[in-house]
């Protein structure tokens, strides 16, 4: 893991490469987690997170998963959704006094899967809760993130 002072750099300077997973239960239901953490804090947010350096996509989306959904699933049990940007005004390090103007680019892989186990217990780090909605109720929502509603909308992302 990079140290905090490297990792302003990288954010203030470079887009972060990462994969955002559409998680969906058997009854087709989407799965949310209201963001702890800037950017795109207090919304309703699909589960993701940055592929790190000398990481493989596939092992990336390995670790992703068991960090976000307390399972690990294998990347060949996923749908490729395309390729995203995101940028965001803010960043984690907003508050900061020394790095008060550090906006956010994602370049996003969107993955589909579907959880395999309806028990789960999913992690609090990144969300303080986790909710279930239907994709007319998350796409009506005013506190989904704009950038999960795009995984629904086919004039998004790039493929």
């Known amino acids: 893991m990079l140290d905090r002072d490297t990792f302003k750099t ?10 955002d997973l559409v998680v969906r239960n058997s009854a087709g239901e989407v799965l ?3 963001r702890l953490n800037k950017p795109a804090q207090g919304f309703w947010f699909v589960p993701g997170g940055r592929i790190l350096k000398d990481e493989s ?5 390995k670790r992703l998963t068991l960090n976000e959904l307390g399972i690990t699933i294998d990347i060949k049990d996923a749908r490729y959704l395309g390729l995203y ?7 984690i390090f907003s ?12 370049v996003v892989n969107a993955f589909e899967i579907i ?3 309806s028990n789960v217990e999913l ?6 809760e986790y909710r279930w909605f239907s994709e007319d109720e998350l796409l009506a929502s005013d506190k989904v993130h704009d950038h999960s509603k795009w995984y629904f909308d086919k ?4 493929i």
């Open 10 to 19: 990288i954010v203030d300077k470079t887009p972060l490469i990462s994969i």
């Open 32 to 34: 949310l987690g209201q």
């Open 57 to 61: 996509i596939a092992n990336a989306f």
């Open 85 to 91: 940007e995101h940028f965001y005004p803010d960043s």
């Open 95 to 106: 508050a900061d006094a020394t790095l008060t103007s550090v906006s956010t680019h994602y």
């Open 115 to 117: 959880l395999p186990e």
């Open 123 to 128: 992690p609090k780090e990144q969300h303080g």
């Open 155 to 158: 004039t998004k992302g790039f």
